[in-house]
């Protein structure tokens, strides 16, 4: 299988999902599984079934995992990095969490992956805790749920040929990775919640979002980018895609209200595992 990834905007080719299993979902109280509440079980999955059928019409190869074990496994970005020739797997903060990574590298493997391309974590680490800010530069939001040891650890497989930048986390509980704070749009433009983290990461064109409903409940931050300028967005969230509009960014919307319920949106479900 083809796969690789050295930036967070190029044309999205491939993805991985996790579909959830309602039987594992409300198997857990919102508390041990660290969701908000309980979702619906058949609109959760009306809710993925559109997201996958949105990105397939968007010619975007899509490979869902059925297997699901784990209450949380549904966020599948949290799970790897995805380099340009190999997978960095996940080592969970959290042991609701830990056993996730390893049904990802079963279901990479079955898609053809093979075993030397993936390289498994010993220290605590997710993936949206990384982000490609260019093809030699790594930037990794180090010190909540990924831990400085295992980013070095990680980078020591570039051998040298991409530069590791380190942003210190923010203490907030909420949102829990750096990608649910920043999100990048193209290879100039950046949105984020200027009002828990002013740094900008050097990108020009910047998109600050208030501190709304939309935002706080409705998620509406926890979003795709599929393409340059090019998300993918929940779709009730009308003042801030106005507002990314605005700004030339296309919007696609699909439904998320049952999905959030778990404490994520479209940017934790998705993996990207091949861009352009």
């Given at each position: 299988?083809?796969?690789?990834?050295?930036?967070?905007?190029?044309?999205?080719?491939?993805?991985?999902?996790?579909?959830?299993?309602?039987?594992?979902?409300?198997?857990?109280?919102?508390?041990?599984?660290?969701?908000?509440?309980?979702?619906?079980?058949?609109?959760?999955?009306?809710?993925?079934?559109?997201?996958?059928?949105?990105?397939?019409?968007?010619?975007?190869?899509?490979?869902?995992?059925?297997?699901?074990?784990?209450?949380?496994?549904?966020?599948?970005?949290?799970?790897?990095?995805?380099?340009?020739?190999?997978?960095?797997?996940?080592?969970?903060?959290?042991?609701?969490?830990?056993?996730?990574?390893?049904?990802?590298?079963?279901?990479?493997?079955?898609?053809?992956?093979?075993?030397?391309?993936?390289?498994?974590?010993?220290?605590?680490?997710?993936?949206?805790?990384?982000?490609?800010?260019?093809?030699?530069?790594?930037?990794?939001?180090?010190?909540?749920?990924?831990?400085?040891?295992?980013?070095y650890?990680?980078?020591?497989?570039f051998?040298?040929?991409?530069?590791?930048?380190?942003?210190?986390?923010?203490?907030?509980?909420?949102?829990?990775?750096?990608?649910?704070?920043?999100?990048?749009?193209?290879?100039?433009?950046?949105?984020?919640?200027?009002?828990?983290?002013?740094?900008?990461?050097?990108f020009?064109?910047?998109?600050?979002?208030?501190?709304?409903?939309?935002?706080?409940?409705?998620?509406?931050m926890?979003?795709?980018?599929?393409?340059?300028?090019?998300?993918?967005?929940?779709?009730?969230?009308?003042?801030?895609?106005?507002?990314?509009?605005?700004?030339?960014?296309?919007?696609?919307?699909?439904?998320?209200?049952?999905?959030?319920?778990?404490?994520?949106?479209?940017?934790?479900?998705?993996?990207p595992?091949?861009?352009?």
């Amino acid at each position: 299988m083809k796969f690789g990834c050295i930036n967070e905007y190029g044309n999205l080719e491939t993805v991985i999902l996790m579909r959830p299993d309602p039987d594992v979902v409300q198997a857990y109280t919102p508390e041990e599984a660290m969701f908000g509440s309980i979702p619906d079980p058949s609109i959760l999955l009306e809710e993925f079934d559109k997201l996958v059928e949105l990105l397939q019409s968007l010619n975007i190869t899509t490979h869902v995992c059925n297997d699901y074990k784990f209450p949380n496994q549904m966020f599948a970005r949290d799970l790897a990095f995805v380099g340009p020739s190999f997978f960095f797997l996940a080592k969970p903060k959290y042991e609701i969490r830990e056993g996730e990574q390893l049904k990802l590298a079963e279901f990479l493997i079955s898609l053809g992956v093979r075993e030397d391309q993936i390289v498994y974590s010993k220290y605590p680490f997710e993936g949206a805790d990384l982000f490609w800010m260019d093809y030699k530069t790594v930037l990794a939001s180090i010190g909540s749920r990924t831990s400085s040891v295992a980013v070095y650890n990680m980078m020591s497989h570039f051998h040298g040929n991409v530069e590791l930048v380190e942003y210190e986390a923010v203490n907030i509980k909420v949102p829990q990775h750096i990608l649910g704070h920043k999100h990048i749009i193209s290879h100039d433009m950046l949105s984020m919640l200027d009002w828990i983290d002013q740094r900008t990461l050097g990108f020009k064109n910047i998109i600050c979002t208030a501190k709304t409903d939309e935002i706080l409940l409705n998620f509406g931050m926890n979003m795709l980018t599929v393409g340059p300028n090019k998300v993918i967005m929940t779709d009730d969230c009308p003042d801030f895609q106005a507002l990314l509009e605005m700004n030339g960014v296309t919007c696609y919307t699909s439904p998320m209200s049952e999905i959030r319920k778990m404490g994520g949106g479209f940017a934790c479900m998705v993996l990207p595992i091949k861009r352009g």
